[in-house]
Nanobody
């Protein structure tokens, strides 16, 4: 099983970035994929998730209206489009896969994790 994030980088406040999570080694349609982030000195927190079987999505309040999660099941890839970025969005972003198909951002529900990609938003 492998999850590989890409697309991170440095952007000014108000800018946009698009993250990708390429998955392999499991039946993509049977899983939910979540995006999490961890800022220095803080706990890892959930951002958004998508259930690949029906495309249902969930967002946490800090990113609602600014981030959009989507999935290309043919490419086994999930995307996180991040707009109107703020300095407080600075973190390492991780994608994770859950076999429970729940729209949950509880970390214990996730079976596999990627290595993360750094997102830095300058003020």
């Amino acid at each position: 099983v492998q999850l590989v994030e890409s697309g991170g980088g440095l952007v000014q406040a108000g800018g946009s970035l698009s993250l990708s999570c390429a998955a392999s080694g499991f039946t993509f349609d049977d899983y939910a994929i979540g995006w999490f982030r961890q800022a220095p000195g803080k706990e890892r927190e959930g951002v958004s998730c998508i259930r690949n079987s029906d495309g249902s999505t969930y967002y946490t309040d800090p990113v609602k209206g600014r981030f959009t999660i989507s999935s290309d099941n043919a490419k086994n890839t999930v995307y996180l489009q991040m707009n109107s970025l703020k300095p407080e969005d600075t973190a390492v972003y991780y994608c994770a896969a859950s076999s429970r198909r729940l729209l949950s951002l509880w970390r214990l529900h996730y079976d596999y994790w990627g290595q993360g990609t750094q997102v830095t938003v300058s003020s």
